[in-house]
């Protein structure tokens, strides 16, 4: 079994920061891909970022200059660091992450059980 538990939502005001986490913890060989979706009500799940390995990450345009992914390979983990936050970021967010449990074994995509984000005044 694998899990992914996150944290770090919650409310702020636009303009505001917020960073999310996300550790992975159980049966676990490699994890080759790690990122970030949010889904705001009434709309189809997006992504919002991915780091294959920390070094590098693709973004939706919507966030590009405001949002960072990364990555902490010892800790299984990765953060979504949030800044100029907008009344539209407003979604819960849920991390991903392409795991294969033992060697070998065809990876799997995982989910977090996501984490509310409100940007409000």
């Known amino acids: 079994q694998v899990q992914l538990v996150e944290s770090g939502g919650g409310l702020v005001q636009p303009g505001g920061s917020l960073r999310l986490s996300c550790a992975a913890s159980?049966?676990?060989?490699?994890?080759?891909?790690m990122g970030w979706y949010r889904q705001a009500p009434g709309k189809q799940r997006e992504l919002v970022a991915v780091?294959?390995?920390?070094?590098?990450?693709n973004y939706v345009d919507s966030v590009k200059g405001r949002f960072t992914i990364s990555r902490d390979n010892a800790k299984n983990t990765v953060y979504l660091q949030m800044n100029s936050l907008k009344p539209e970021d407003t979604a819960v967010y849920y991390c991903n992450a392409y795991i294969a449990r033992v060697q070998y074994e065809v990876p799997n995509y995982c989910w977090g059980q996501g984490t509310q984000v409100t940007v409000s005044s």
């Open positions: 780091t294959a390995n920390g070094d590098t990450a």
């Open positions: 159980g049966s676990i060989s490699s994890i080759y891909a």
